[in-house]
């Protein structure tokens, strides 16, 4: 038997044949090679040091970036391309100088706005920078943050000197994972083949094979990849497209050879009202292990994810409630409910999976996790008759909200607004169905996420406020805006009236909103409005005159009115959440406002706080902009755990990339800081 046919008999004999190995890899540098216009930043000190010179180990322009003056709120920004997975962070000094930042803070976000700062186990995560200019500190991220934005903040350098940065993230693109290596898969099922599918250098010149080459490693199991094919090739995974392989290497070069894979991210919009409806066929097979998971996000603080129906009457659902999210179970008159997160309306995205093994379920939202014993045979979960929680014993699942024909519950607060990200059940995916139109859509699903721009503003100590220029516009006079805190008591805004009217007053008390106007030392006007405004939620207060009567509203609905013989009108400007301490015209008996706001509105135009940021209009102190950054919390405190990071390492010169690293661990260390906050 010659060689060939030696070959052939082997080929159709196995079912596989291994070559190498797939490993993940998602180490690699991510902004040496970025062009200028992918970096930003609030000031530079000059052109040569603008934060395009940012770059680790590179000595271009001055050797690194520095803002116009040293002082709190500056921040450097990178634009990394696309939504990438970035697993570590290395920083210096301006080359050849006394610049250098001793202490940092990272941010992400998706968008470049809505600002969301990295933290380790539920506290604040201060990175120790610095303490020269050339040295590089690096880190590696407990948990790997995923964003397209990065941003540090410089909170304290050296005090010889002044803010000065070079540095670098590591990572690889969301999604990706790199193969260096083969697995060649060998279908016995398939007759027509080609020899040079198993061994290039049999024959020359080369075809291109009919044998696919199948990647067999999780996580990239069930990809096939043309192997003599410079293009990229979605593949099929029993008839299910779910990704894309796409060749890097040179293709005349011997094997095996190294290749990128990159799972593609499904995602779907939905808008309140929309939903999609997954049926399964016939009675499934029992089985030891379920497993449902999902990426949401969002700005609306309530709306249900998902309501699975079973066949006997039992219901499984995920509902945002408030900001939380509830996983209800029932049958009959029996409903159980567990609560996970909080403060989940944030526009970031957050993860769900649901795992049942044997007769426990794994409910974990992020890195909060819930364990529930389900199957006690004196309980309303008996498996086989009261309660049979195997999720793939539920027929008819709907994501994004409930079905017309489903079992709405009561009180529900609607279907979900928002988007959801790689919905997985059980090893089907579901938004991938759907956009193949292999799954029922009722009303409007984009099948991408369609992002809301909000820029919030965080009011974080005694000294905090927002000061905007007041112009008038029209004949009425309105200020509008959205707040969330924890708080019972702070002021929401001030002015002083034309012509010496007196001075008005919008704040907060016994979690209440309140109106005054005071001339001369007494109250000529009040109104109180809503309740139970400290809960954390977005609540929006408007204050208008309209014909002779002042109205304050709250959240759109509770309204209280007062007609007034005096015009109510700002004289050239207000202040939010404080007052300057220098400034003899800004006066707040009141509490100073801890906590967040959005959506200022002035005569009905939104102020556009990224003005505001680079101060070009109003003023503002010890804020910090475009974010929220208000955490939950369990009660009133004094004191917050600040994590300081340090590195246990320092190498002079030398990028993570470049060493392929040595483990990296950190040493946390906590302090306690007494500041004047009242939220967590």
Request: hydrophobic share 35%; aromatic share 8%.
């Amino acid at each position: 038997m010659d060689l060939r046919a030696a070959l052939i008999k082997l080929a159709l004999t196995l079912c596989c044949i291994r070559l190498s190995s797939c490993k993940d890899g998602c180490d690699s540098p991510l902004v040496s090679n970025l062009p200028q216009s992918a970096f930003r930043s609030s000031s530079q000190l000059s052109n040569s040091h603008g934060p395009g010179y940012a770059k680790l180990n590179r000595r271009d322009g001055a050797g690194g970036w520095s803002p116009l003056d040293s002082i709190n709120h500056h921040w450097l920004e990178i634009n990394l391309g696309e939504r990438t997975e970035v697993t570590a962070v290395a920083t210096q000094g301006r080359y050849g100088s006394s610049d250098w930042v001793t202490r940092y803070l990272l941010m992400f976000s998706d968008t470049g706005h809505n600002w969301r700062q990295y933290r380790q186990e539920d506290s604040i995560g201060v990175f120790l920078g610095n303490t020269n200019a050339d040295s590089v500190v690096s880190y590696k991220l407990q948990q790997p943050v995923f964003a397209q934005f990065l941003r540090v903040l410089p909170l304290r350098w050296n005090p010889n000197g002044r803010v000065g940065l070079r540095l670098e993230a590591y990572g690889c693109q969301y999604r990706q994972t790199r193969c260096r290596s083969v697995f060649a898969v060998v279908s016995s099922q398939r007759r027509r083949f080609s020899i040079d599918a198993l061994n290039r250098s049999i024959s020359r010149p080369f075809k291109r094979p009919e044998v696919p080459v199948k990647l067999l490693d999780k996580p990239v199991s069930g990809y096939i990849i043309d192997m003599f094919s410079n293009r990229k090739l979605r593949y099929n995974d029993d008839n299910r497209e779910v990704g894309v392989a796409t060749l890097t290497a040179a293709l005349k070069r011997e094997w095996p050879f190294s290749f990128t894979v990159r799972k593609e991210s499904d995602v779907a919009s939905f808008d309140g009202s929309s939903y999609l409806l997954y049926k399964l066929d016939g009675l499934p097979s029992p089985s030891p292990k379920d497993l449902l998971t999902m990426n949401f996000k969002t700005l609306h603080n309530s709306g249900v994810l998902m309501h699975m129906e079973g066949s006997h009457g039992h219901t499984l659902s995920l509902e945002l409630l408030k900001g939380k999210l509830f996983m209800h179970l029932r049958k009959g008159n029996f409903h159980t409910a567990e609560s996970l997160g909080s403060l989940l309306d944030d526009q970031h995205w957050h993860r769900i999976s649901i795992e049942r093994l044997g007769g426990h379920v794994n409910f974990s939202v992020d890195k909060s996790t819930q364990q529930l014993q389900l199957f006690d045979h004196q309980s309303h979960f008996e498996i086989n008759e009261q309660f049979d929680i195997r999720l793939s014993f539920f027929h008819k699942i709907s994501f994004g909200g409930v079905s017309a024909d489903g079992t709405r519950r009561e009180n529900s607060r609607g279907n979900f607004y928002g988007c959801l990200e790689n919905v997985q059940y059980n090893g089907v995916n579901i938004l991938h169905l759907a956009k193949n139109k292999l799954l029922p859509v009722v009303e409007n699903i984009t099948f991408t996420c369609l992002e809301t721009v909000d820029v919030p503003v965080t009011f974080t100590s005694s000294e905090s406020f927002l000061q905007l220029p007041w112009v008038p516009m029209r004949d009425t006079v309105s200020v509008g805006l959205q707040f969330r805190t924890w708080n019972k008591a702070g002021l929401l805004l001030t002015f002083d009236l034309h012509h010496q009217a007196g001075t008005l007053w919008v704040y907060l008390s016994e979690a209440r909103a309140r109106m005054q106007v005071h001339k001369a030392g007494r109250v000529i006007a009040e109104l109180t409005a809503g309740s139970g405004l400290n809960d954390g939620q977005w609540h929006s207060v408007d204050l208008s005159v309209r014909r002779g009567r002042l109205i304050l509203a709250v959240d759109k609905s509770d309204m209280s009115t007062v007609s007034i013989s005096f015009p109510v009108v700002p004289v050239n400007r207000l202040f939010l959440g404080g007052c300057p301490i220098t400034d003899d015209g800004c006066r707040n008996p009141f509490t100073v406002f801890q906590g967040c706001m959005r959506l200022i509105h002035l005569d009905e135009v939104l102020v556009d706080l990224i003005k505001v940021q680079q101060m070009l209009m109003g003023n503002f102190s010890d804020l910090q902009m475009d974010m929220c950054s208000i955490v939950d919390r369990t009660g009133i405190v004094s004191v917050v755990k600040e994590r300081i990071m340090e590195p246990t390492h320092e190498e002079e010169n030398q990028p993570m990339g470049s060493r392929r690293e040595a483990e990296m661990k950190e040493k946390p260390r906590l302090h306690e800081l007494h500041i004047l906050k009242e939220y967590r």
